[in-house]
């Protein structure tokens, strides 16, 4: 690292004594002179934000197909709402506001296209290779992947922010494990060179980044599945959260028209949430005393967390856009032609690796994870009009 004293004097303040400090990072695994204006998370989001791999979330599915419609979420507008919501928590809760903004904004550059489905496919056509993960896809691009600098692949963010981006659901080994299957290649190979840390939790700012993302996208779910006609306003009322928010803000503007309520209903429901994160958060470090970030990452069990009412609630609501958001059969025709497009490109490209564009090209062991990482960072038209050119058939969407 370079001297202290040469450090920016941007730093926010005051901070609680378990928030992550900028100006104790860990560092970058290539050192770089500090910025006299930028804390070094700072840096970090900034260099997420300018990423090619973010530009391309704004064409990315989140539900629908992103060509579907333009009021719909895509990617890149999941992402800036859970970074709003991520800063709105952290700035709460006395944290370091740009680290937990720049997870956020980050935790989705791994997603192929057309969402999860995109997503199940790669991972159907490497698992004779070395598998495919939208998680481990992110560190792969933020490591390697993205070219912006002349010293070094990747954005060589630094360890707090890559350790966040990581564990985004949790630990991934030892005892506290969310998972039980072995660790995707590309994080397994990232961890020779730069110890993240994986059986420990991550930094409260990373966390409330992961929980920001269960709020952003239950609520804008909610939301562009009635817009979009997947479910009625009376199936609304029903639901569990749902239905209050619809009647306090019925009672509270009893004129307003639809459209004005499930708007305003979203907004209560997201201010609710947060207010429960908060609340529950607050009351698990009360009991925990955490003296500095690293007993946050130690503490043995989440730290930033939804209340065991919530929850409750919360698992009903899910039960419910499941089945009539992500299962209603316009999204599983989407599904299925989406499937067929991914599928599709990666046979012939693995087949006939001539018809690839020349910096994607490898040697025979190399060649399927270089045609999945090409894959992946296809938007959703960008795919479709490959297909199109590949394939000689009508338009798909």
């Given amino acids: 690292m370079s001297d202290p004293s040469q450090r920016p004097l941007a730093f926010p303040a005051p901070l609680a004594p378990y928030a992550a400090r900028a100006e104790a990072t860990r560092g970058r695994l290539f050192d770089e002179g500090e910025s006299a204006t930028r804390t070094p998370f700072q840096r970090d989001r900034d260099r997420v934000v300018h990423a090619v791999s973010f530009r391309r979330l704004k064409h990315k599915t989140q539900v ?110 030892g005892a506290d494990a969310v998972k039980t299957e072995p660790l995707p290649a590309a994080i397994c190979e990232y961890a020779k060179t ?42 609304a009322r029903e639901l569990p959260l749902v239905g209050a928010a619809i009647s306090r803000v019925e009672k509270a503007f009893p004129q307003a028209p639809r459209d004005i309520v499930i708007a305003e209903a979203v907004s209560d429901l997201i201010g609710a949430m947060v207010g429960d994160v908060v609340a529950e958060t607050r009351a698990r470090l009360d009991d925990l005393k955490p003296k500095n970030a690293d007993a946050i990452r130690h503490a043995g069990r989440q730290i930033a967390d939804f209340s065991p009412g919530m929850k409750a609630q919360l698992s009903g609501l899910r039960a419910f856009l499941h089945e009539n958001v992500y299962r209603h059969y316009k999204v599983n025709r989407a599904r299925s032609q989406a499937r067929r497009v991914v599928r599709a490109l ?33 938007t959703d038209r960008y795919a479709m009009r490959e297909h199109e050119r590949l394939f000689s058939g009508a338009p798909l969407i």
């Fill in 346 to 378: 990666f046979d012939v490209f693995v087949s006939e690796p001539e018809t690839l564009p020349p910096g994607w090209r490898a040697a025979d062991a190399a060649l399927p994870r270089s045609v999945c990482d090409y894959i992946a960072g296809m």
């Fill in 64 to 173: 629908f197909i992103s060509n579907e419609g333009d009021h719909y979420r895509t990617r890149l507008t999941h992402s800036l709402e859970v970074a709003q919501i991520s800063r709105s928590i952290a700035r709460l809760l006395k944290l370091d506001e740009d680290l937990a903004e720049c997870v956020a904004l980050a935790h989705d550059l791994g997603h192929p296209p057309f969402g999860h489905t995109g997503e199940d496919v790669l991972k159907e056509c490497m698992a004779a290779y070395d598998g495919f993960d939208h998680n481990a896809h992110t560190l792969r691009l933020l490591t390697k992947l993205e070219r912006r600098h002349a010293r070094f692949d990747g954005l060589n963010l630094t360890w707090e922010a890559l350790e966040g981006v990581v564990k985004h659901n949790g630990p991934l080994t």
């Fill in 194 to 235: 730069h110890d993240l840390w994986l059986g420990s939790f991550a930094s409260l700012e990373a966390q409330v980044a992961a929980i920001a993302d269960d709020i952003a996208y239950n609520n804008h779910d909610v939301d562009d599945g009635l817009r979009a006609g997947l479910f009625s306003f009376d199936a």
